[in-house]
């Protein structure tokens, strides 16, 4: 018996077509789903449950509609990749991977959208060669209409600030004596151009714990593209990294990360799209910083002054939360004299997808609970999500720094 040719949509979903008939319908996912809980969430097929009983209905013959179809297009933007789903799946579905390549067949003309995403690593590399003529640019009520225009994002969101890149302030530093090793900084956009300080803190104090740092040839991680649903854009971007990536590791190097988008994309985005063995022995020689700062502890290379107990917000992002970071992040703010109010609540940003004017009231909307509780307790908070910092400084208007900040003071360098 021959089987029938597979149709293009089949082929674009591949290996996910299974997740389709995977799902048992028991409506866990929207239990954790930020874009499930909102008050537009009465239609059904706004709910992580609900675009997989689409899918199910179009591939029993049932639907009546297209998967191009500009509505059913509309229902899969409500996924934004937190991934929060993939944990609490009885079933295993892999809701986002799906997703993402449903989006692939959306049709609607957006040219100039697809275009500056699939190339957003090289303008803000462009950008940062010129930070304070593009700070002026992108802060004016000018630059944030074209921007609005441009990609959509909302001109009611404050574009964090550009400054000269942190892999070009590596590179022009030079290679420290690294009694212990070389760490390859794999640093993606945020930290690259717009929170440098935070990545000079990071390398002088790995440098102190006797690391050479070296920033190889990289592009940005790639998250923004496949939760756009552009697979082969990410899938090119993967292979570059990867290939970069895998010439340090083959030296011996560990790959550093700061960003839990970063993290997340090498450990498990890249061999996922790659399938190759270059992309799992960069999955492999991954290390996050705050893992890093663990081993140094369980190593008794380093301790921790507790000399203070201050109470701190830790929030748990989505990413940090997929990427398996958490318990590590708790553990160390705890072993760093932190008694810690913990808030496991989406801020709804979901990368740039809450910055879109599509989506803006939406996301406030969903961190709306996040917001009101960390007013309420009025405490310093510590997120690794980068974009999540932009949501909740915005919006909660309180101290809010990646966990390495409140870290790294309390750190003692114990002597060979």
Sequence with gaps: ????????????????????????????????????????????????????????????????????DEEIQELMEYCFGCRRCIEICPAGVRIPNLIWRVKQLNEKPRYLRKLILAHYGGLLRLFSKFPRSSNLLLHSDLGKILLELAVGISRKIDFPSFNHSLEEWINKRGESNGSRGRLAYFIDVFTNYHEVELGKEIVEFVEKLGYAVVAPPQREAGTLLLEEGLIEEARRVAKENVESLYDTARGGAKILTSSPAAYLALKKDYPELLGDTKSRIVSESTIDIIQLLLNEYEEARIDFDMSSHDRLAYHHSCFTKASGLTKDIRRVLILAGYNLEELDVCCGIGGIWGMNKKHYHISLEIGLDLFNELRRINLPVASQSETCRIQIKNNALVDVRHPFSFIVDRVKIKKE
């Design 1 to 68: 018996m021959t089987l029938p040719e597979p149709s293009e949509i089949e082929r674009k979903l591949g290996e996910y077509l299974e997740d389709v008939w995977k799902c048992i319908r028991c409506g866990f996912c929207n239990s954790v789903c930020p874009t499930s809980n909102t008050s537009r969430s009465y239609m059904s097929s706004l709910t992580s449950r609900g675009r997989l009983i689409l899918l199910q209905a179009y591939f029993s013959n049932i639907l009546g509609k297209s998967l191009r």
